[in-house]
């Protein structure tokens, strides 16, 4: 590996293992706003039970979002240089208004989880509200660096000078608003889905008809409900940043789809591998005059294939593969959620068939996978630019060598960090069971968000 790749691969690996903890911790404080509003309504015990353990578990995950997050912070600085020279001058409010956000998400997270049961409920709804606010804002302001990177505005390069800087121009580009949406509903999606997928496990565990059955079908329709309204707006999302990508990436959009020749009425190819020598994807589904649609929403729109660009800017063919990929899972969970909500609400089916369980716990390694696929889509389909058409990636990076052992040392620590996660997490959930936590909320004398034992 040369020390460019090497860069980046160290670079997109604390990228991988941070973005798990960063969307999770965007979708979950949605999760636990749900159950405590449902338990203001209901007074059912059970969803502030609900509450309080995904609160422990957002606490132990952000224990590891923050120090993954800083990690990826320091590398940008040390790795990336060039490109760190041009946000500093030019788009450098989100890394500053973000630090306000987590401060926020931080701080009423702390008053929630101490004060609860000392506040009055509008208290902890506000607080709730605010932690979930806080940690969007955060994942949409960092985000917003992506953004840029794939259509930089609010400043020129002059004779090798940066001029004319216009720092709100460039914090409101023109894929701002896209991005952030896809953001927020992904990671909303995402936290949905992995508690879908705890409560299903923990369904086939349990007897039907029991306790815990009970309670853990509770949890699983909140999820469902959550993640197919999220997965919902998330395609429809989707359809808009398809659009953006026609006219702001195209060629982003022709590797996406295996597209080399310009052409109205274009095929959306499904599945299959883009085939550089016949220029073709190979074992595709092919729906004629899809892409056209999608991209302009009408069919004789013309979307510019790979041909029209020099060879040397094209994206990795592979995209095509990750787009693929995230839009297959993202439509499962439409599915999946959709027919959850119709067996129980309209069908009245009060148990779910086994098997539709199983397929319930594949639900949230799913989301994530979707997660993992889209971020290495969005960035890779942006190659060779770390900033579009301005900027190169190589240009971008460090100049330092023998990076390989400092590569080595840092998959040994994630590899740590993700072990001392699950055993933490096992631990404290296996000596705070659920029952536990439900005799502390009918016990008037305990105090339930203070029970850690």
């Not at 997109?12 to 309504?41: C, D, N, R, S």
């Not at 490109?83 to 973000?98: A, C, D, K, T």
Request: aromatic letters at 14%; glycine letters at 8%.
């Amino acid at each position: 590996m040369d020390d460019l790749l090497i860069a980046r691969s160290l670079f997109g690996t604390t990228m991988a293992f941070h973005i798990i903890f960063a969307t999770i911790g965007v979708g979950l404080p949605l999760m636990i706003l749900t159950a405590e509003l449902l338990y203001q309504k209901s007074k059912d015990l059970e969803y502030v039970v609900m509450a309080k353990r995904w609160t422990k578990a957002f606490a132990v995950l952000l224990g590891v979002g923050i120090p993954t997050g800083t990690i990826a912070g320091t590398q940008l600085s040390l790795l990336w240089p060039g490109f760190m020279e041009v946000i500093g001058r030019v788009m450098p409010l989100p890394f500053q208004i973000e630090i306000y956000a987590f401060f926020i998400e931080a701080l009423f997270m702390s008053i929630y989880v101490y004060a609860a049961e000392r506040i009055a409920p509008w208290m902890r709804i506000v607080s709730l509200i605010l932690v979930a606010l806080g940690a969007l804002a955060s994942a949409v302001l960092i985000t917003n660096v992506h953004a840029f990177q794939g259509t930089p505005a609010g400043f020129r390069i002059e004779d090798g000078n940066i001029v004319d800087v216009n720092p709100w121009a460039a914090f409101f580009n023109a894929s701002f608003f896209v991005t952030a949406g896809h953001v927020a509903l992904s990671a909303y999606v995402t936290g949905a889905f992995v508690v879908a997928s705890v409560a299903a496990f923990k369904m086939l565990r349990n007897e039907y008809g029991s306790r815990l059955y009970k309670f853990h079908q509770k949890a699983l329709m909140i999820s469902l409900v959550v993640g197919g309204i999220a997965s919902f707006g998330t395609a429809l999302n989707g359809h808009s940043a398809a659009q953006y990508l026609h006219e702001y990436q195209p060629e982003k959009l022709a590797a996406a789809e295996g597209l080399f020749e310009t052409q109205s009425h274009a095929p959306l190819a499904i599945g299959g591998i883009t085939d550089r020598e016949t220029e073709s994807v190979k074992w595709g589904i092919e729906i004629p005059w899809a892409l056209s649609f999608l991209a302009g929403n009408s069919f004789d729109t013309v979307v510019v294939g790979l041909n029209d660009f020099p060879e040397e800017w094209w994206p990795p063919l592979f995209i095509h593969t990750l787009f693929n990929a995230m839009v297959l899972i993202g439509s499962l969970l439409i599915m999946i959620a959709f027919a959850g909500i119709v067996w129980k609400k309209f069908l009245k089916k009060d148990r779910f068939p086994k098997w539709f369980l199983w397929l319930l716990v594949t639900s949230g390694p799913l989301a994530v996978a979707a997660i993992e696929f889209g971020w290495i889509f969005a960035c890779t389909g942006r190659q060779p630019w770390v900033i579009y058409r301005i900027l190169s990636t190589a240009q971008a990076a460090t100049t330092a060598t023998d990076l390989g052992l400092l590569f080595i040392l840092f998959i040994a620590v994630y590899i740590i960090l993700a072990i001392a996660v699950v055993l933490v997490l096992l631990y404290y959930f296996k000596k705070n069971t659920v029952l536990d936590d439900i005799r502390r909320a009918e016990d008037k004398n305990v105090q339930l968000f203070s029970s850690n034992s």
